[in-house]
């Protein structure tokens, strides 16, 4: 099991960028898929993006491709989410998610296929 804590949300207006980090304790981090996942009022978790152990699969929602960047950095047991232009409809509750794995590509894509995760972050967009 490895512990999850995000930092990095907030308050920002339309447009503007915020970077999320996932700290990531326990366990070997670099053998763990990563995965971001958001959560709007009344609305289901969705995957936002995620990224193999190895580092050099990503995948990204359609809702978010061209304006986030996952990353990791497993020296430092870490995952960002790098998020520009944001919009309004990117106002969630962020969540860091991780699933042991032995494959070094693979991605998960449900929230059912990860087994741990952190508190959440909150970020708002303002029109």
């Known amino acids: 099991q490895v512990h999850l804590v995000e930092s990095g949300g907030g308050l920002v207006q339309a447009g503007g960028s915020l970077r999320l980090s996932c700290a990531a304790s326990?366990?070997?981090?670099?053998?763990?898929?990563m995965g971001w996942f958001r959560q709007a009022p009344e609305k289901e978790r969705e995957l936002v993006a995620a990224i193999s152990w190895y580092g050099g699969f990503t995948y990204y929602a359609d809702s978010v491709k061209g304006r986030a960047t996952i990353s990791r950095d497993n020296a430092k047991n870490t995952v960002y989410l790098q998020m520009n232009t944001l919009k309004p409809e990117d106002t969630a509750v962020y969540y860091c998610?991780?699933?042991?794995?032995?494959?070094?590509?693979?991605?998960?894509?449900?929230?059912?296929?990860?087994?741990?995760w952190g508190q959440g972050t909150q970020v708002t967009v303002s029109s």
């Open positions: 998610a991780a699933q042991a794995t032995a494959y070094y590509t693979r991605i998960y894509y449900s929230p059912n296929d990860y087994d741990d």
């Open positions: 326990g366990r070997t981090f670099s053998s763990y898929a």
